[in-house]
């Protein structure tokens, strides 16, 4: 398990040359002309996550087996998306389905590739997708309000909370704010998400630039952080190039000594991984053993039959308990037999709150 993150933005903007880049795969073309990338291309990541290594030497672990993330790469949207312009509806349906969304925003000069609308302006083309996203959600609500208004006639409870959260999510909409501005109480949180709301969705605006613009940015970079700062949300500025170099190198060595050499700590992937985690209010746990060393993902906050359940339905269903161990624990006291020794295994049951780096072994009765 991990998370599921649309990468969005006008054509020719680094789409696709990111998604290659992060996937190392050529499935997506990057092209310079608009609609290059028809359907969306997907592709899993390995989460890159030292503990894992640390884990894996202590329990003699024979194989590290990391969490992924997954990219979706979706056609760049165009002004007028939300009423069927380019590829709209289909583009449209496809970021629907994912958890959250990666914005790429070209922050690059380059004569040689096309800017369909014109000069380099990463706020004007962001207030173009997000506008088109809002529309789609206001029209989204308009379609469902009658048939809920009669749910509501029924006595549906559920019906009543829904529909007062699209009434909410509406007068946002229409104050030019992403849904996701609405104020909701926890009880109202899972209900919210049902809607299905484009701009509901968490965001991570991703500013492209130019290879020697990685390290500092640059003035269209600092607009964007504004912005998004006024919208409480993340911002990571990479260089799409630079990435796509990276993926061709065969050897974490070079990978490090080229990085170096830009002046650079990581790769754009490590920054949108942890972005996201924190976006979506993921955490990773782990199992290891002498066969493998495996990392998990599970949303913050999660108990542990709800760990249990990702490793399998059977581990959650018959749930005893979940030995449980820190990472700094069983790196320190050198795996599981030290930690126990020394009074660091811990028996937890089903109202323990997993904690991120938790090292478990699960105990289950079917």
Request: charged fraction near 25%; charge should be negative.
């Amino acid at each position: 398990m991990g998370f599921n993150c649309g990468i969005v933005g006008l054509p020719n903007v680094g789409k696709s040359t990111l998604f290659n880049a992060l996937t190392a795969t050529a499935s997506a073309q990057a092209a310079n002309y608009p609609f290059c990338t028809i359907d969306p291309n997907s592709g899993r990541v390995a989460v890159p996550d030292p503990r894992l290594k640390l884990i894996a030497q202590t329990a003699g672990s024979a194989v590290e087996l990391p969490t992924f993330l997954e990219f979706v790469d979706i056609a760049g949207l165009v002004r007028g998306a939300s009423k069927g312009e380019g590829l709209g509806n289909q583009f449209l349906g496809h970021i629907r389905e994912v958890d959250a969304i990666l914005h790429v925003l070209r922050c690059f000069e380059n004569d040689d590739i096309i800017h369909v609308e014109g000069p380099v302006d990463p706020l004007r083309d962001a207030e173009i997708i997000n506008t088109e996203l809002m529309i789609a959600d206001l029209e989204s609500i308009e379609r469902r309000q009658q048939a809920l208004a009669k749910k509501v006639r029924s006595g549906d409870k559920e019906a009543v909370v829904a529909l007062n959260l699209l009434e909410r999510a509406y007068d946002v909409l229409k104050d030019g704010k992403p849904a996701r501005a609405v104020e909701l109480k926890d009880e109202e949180k899972i209900i919210f998400k049902q809607l299905g709301l484009i701009t509901q969705k968490p965001i991570l605006y991703v500013c492209n630039v130019a290879e020697d613009e990685a390290k500092t940015g640059n003035a269209h970079t600092e607009k964007v952080v504004a912005f998004a700062k006024s919208e409480n949300a993340p911002v990571v500025i990479i260089s799409a190039a630079i990435e796509s170099e990276i993926s061709l190198l065969s050897s974490e060595e070079e990978k490090k000594d080229f990085l170096k050499s830009l002046g650079l700590e990581e790769t754009g992937l490590s920054q949108i991984i942890r972005a996201g985690y924190g976006l979506l209010d993921l955490i990773t746990f782990f199992t290891a053993g002498p066969k493998e060393a495996r990392a998990w993902t599970v949303r913050q906050g999660a108990f542990a039959p709800e760990a249990a359940g990702v490793i399998h339905s059977d581990f959650e269903r018959g749930f005893i308990c979940a030995e449980t161990i820190s990472f700094e624990d069983f790196v320190q006291y050198k795996g599981e037999q030290g930690a126990k020794t020394a009074g660091k295994l811990r028996q937890e049951g089903k109202d323990y709150r997993v904690k991120d780096g938790d090292v478990f072994h699960f105990r289950f009765n079917v």
